[in-house]
């Protein structure tokens, strides 16, 4: 099984800040057919069901907000939040679904400092 | 529009077995997968397994021992069953499409594991 190692745990930023936070995977996530990455990140927020925020690593999702940017390839990855919003204050999470079982990462935790 | 309901006890006891049911609209189960993952309170997301379009089933290998995920695809629902259930089996379960520009989730069922 692949295994998702997220970090940080949690984060506390200030409204305007930029945050990273990182997904490393055992194994490349990277398809040589395609050259995509099966990385997915998701958002969450209390008492809702998860949103995908960004695809194949670097695609976000319709209506995301372009401070949200992915990057990575391979084992690395990267979720880049910048000039971070009130209502960006959410958990995180990376998805692996480059091969069965998917798995996620352990999650980041965006707080308010 | 594309809509997944889960459906199921809130509470079951230690040692039974969990039923839930995924009612799917919008899209067709031969078309696209259907995924369960499930969150402990206070805890992060895990994923259970998936129906693919075809029939095909995957399972989380911790759970591959105790986990069944089956379809009645002309009543446009997929079914979880978990037996053995313990107190850290409690936590929301979700269906989810969970694909690439076709991602959606149900609101997820809250299961209880109590005596």
């Known amino acids: 099984d692949i295994v998702m190692t997220q970090s940080p745990f949690s984060l506390a930023v200030s409204e305007g800040e930029m945050v990273t936070i990182n997904c490393k995977s055992s194994?490349?996530?990277?398809?040589?057919?395609?050259?995509?990455?099966?990385l997915a990140w998701y958002q969450q927020k209390p008492g809702q069901s998860p949103k995908l925020l960004i695809y194949?690593?670097?695609t976000r999702q319709s209506g995301v907000p372009d401070r949200f940017i992915g990057s990575g390839s391979g084992t690395d990855f990267t979720l880049t939040i910048s000039d971070v919003q009130a209502e960006d204050l959410a958990d995180y999470y990376c998805?692996?679904?480059?091969?069965?079982?998917?798995?996620f990462g352990a999650g980041t935790k965006l707080e308010l400092k | 529009q594309v809509q997944l309901k889960e459906s199921g006890p809130g509470l079951v006891q230690p040692s039974q077995t969990l039923s839930l049911t995924c009612t799917v609209s919008?899209?067709?189960?031969?078309?696209?997968?259907v995924h369960w993952v499930r969150q402990p309170p206070g805890k992060g997301l895990e994923w259970m397994g998936r129906?693919?379009?075809?029939?095909?089933?995957s399972y989380n290998s911790a759970l591959k021992s105790r986990l069944s995920i089956s379809r009645d695809t002309s009543k446009n629902q997929v079914f979880l069953k978990m037996n053995s259930l313990q107190t850290d089996d409690t936590g929301t379960y979700y269906c989810?499409?969970?694909?690439?520009?076709?991602?959606?989730w149900g609101q997820g069922v809250m299961v209880t594991v109590s005596s």
């Open positions: 989810t499409s969970l694909t690439t520009l076709f991602d959606y």
């Open positions: 919008g899209f067709s189960l031969t078309s696209y997968n």
């Open positions: 129906m693919r379009y075809n029939g095909d089933t």
């Open positions: 194994q490349s996530l990277l398809s040589s057919g395609n050259q995509k990455n099966y």
């Open positions: 194949y690593a670097s």
């Open positions: 998805l692996q679904h480059y091969s069965s079982p998917y798995t």
